[in-house]
């Protein structure tokens, strides 16, 4: 159960900051639905929705975004393992 818990308020948590960043910014919601795929899902599933609903213009963005946000996050991710981890 407690991984329900986090897995819900993490989708909660994305889906909230999605709609501010898709306010402040003034995206359409294609715009914010294919970068919400590329957060969570990454470069080939976002590519494969924009594909799919007809949003071709958004495939390479969606790709060089997702990309972009794996290689932020293993980065980080590694680091912070590093410093967690102790000596």
Same mark, same amino acid.
């Given at each position: ?5 986090? %897995?819900?308020? /993490? ?7 999605? #709609? !501010?960043? $898709?306010?402040? @910014? &003034? ?7 294919? %970068?919400?795929? /590329? ?7 976002? #590519? !494969?929705? $924009?594909?799919? @609903? &007809? ?26 393992? &590093? ?5």
């Amino acid at each position: 159960m407690p991984a329900f818990a986090l %897995a819900g308020t /993490a989708l909660a948590v994305h889906a909230v900051g999605l #709609a !501010a960043a $898709a306010r402040l @910014a &003034g995206w359409s919601r294609d715009d914010a639905l294919v %970068a919400s795929n /590329a957060c969570i899902g990454g470069p080939s599933t976002a #590519a !494969a929705f $924009a594909q799919a @609903a &007809g949003l071709e213009s958004r495939v390479l963005p969606a790709v060089a975004f997702g990309t972009a946000g794996y290689a932020a996050g293993t980065g980080l991710g590694v680091s912070l393992y &590093g410093a967690l981890r102790g000596p």
